[in-house]
């Protein structure tokens, strides 16, 4: 069994910083991609950052310039810093895992975290 497990979400005032980290745990070959989403009451959800084993990183333009995401291969895990906050970036974030590989089985498949609350406020 595989599950993500995310952390680092809170209550921060516009202009502050969190860091969100999501751990993969189980039998795990590799990962390909690991990513943040997130959504908000009433609104889809959306990509806000993703990193591949190659090292390429895909952002939201909302994002682009403040948020910076980065991962360690060796403990499965990915981790995204958040810099100057915005309330329009208050959202449940979740992380993804995409292309994982077990030693449980042969396939490729993509995984979801449960969430974390981060809250944009003065």
């Known amino acids: 069994q595989v599950q993500l497990q995310e952390s680092g979400g809170g209550l921060v005032q516009p202009g502050g910083s969190l860091r969100l980290s999501c751990a993969a745990s189980?039998?795990?070959?590799?990962?390909?991609?690991m990513g943040w989403y997130r959504q908000a009451p009433g609104k889809q959800r959306e990509l806000v950052a993703l990193?591949?084993?190659?090292?390429?990183?895909n952002y939201a333009d909302s994002v682009k310039g403040r948020f910076t995401i980065s991962r360690d291969d060796a403990q499965n895990t990915v981790y995204l810093q958040m810099n100057n906050l915005r309330p329009e970036d208050t959202a449940a974030y979740l992380c993804?895992?995409?292309?994982?590989?077990?030693?449980?089985?042969?396939?490729?498949?993509?995984?979801w975290g449960q969430g974390t609350q981060v809250t944009v406020s003065s």
């Open positions: 993804h895992a995409d292309g994982v590989k077990s030693y449980s089985f042969t396939s490729y498949r993509a995984y």
């Open positions: 189980g039998r795990i070959f590799s990962i390909n991609a």
């Open positions: 990193i591949t084993t190659g090292g390429s990183t």
